[in-house]
């Protein structure tokens, strides 16, 4: 299968998408502040999505997943 033409999924782009709540939070903090690891342990531990939301939502915008040999 040649993927070259397939474009890789970008960190949080599910999050920013919907918009989640707490990704919108997330985006009002500085990188690396204590209230941006305070707001990322959330996504962290506790996500408000589930499993079965991303994979939907990767299905839906053409994503695949694939792995090497």
Known sequence: ???SE???YQKREFCNAL???VQVLLNQQA???EG???VRSI???NCIHTTHEFHA???EKGYLVVRPK
Request: hydrophobic residues 35%; negative net charge; glycine residues 4%.
């Open 1 to 3: 299968m040649d993927i």
């Open 6 to 8: 397939y474009i890789e």
């Open 19 to 21: 918009p989640c709540k």
């Open 31 to 33: 990188a690396g502040s």
């Open 36 to 38: 941006y690891e305070q």
């Open 43 to 45: 996504c962290k531990t």
């Open 57 to 59: 939502w990767l299905i």
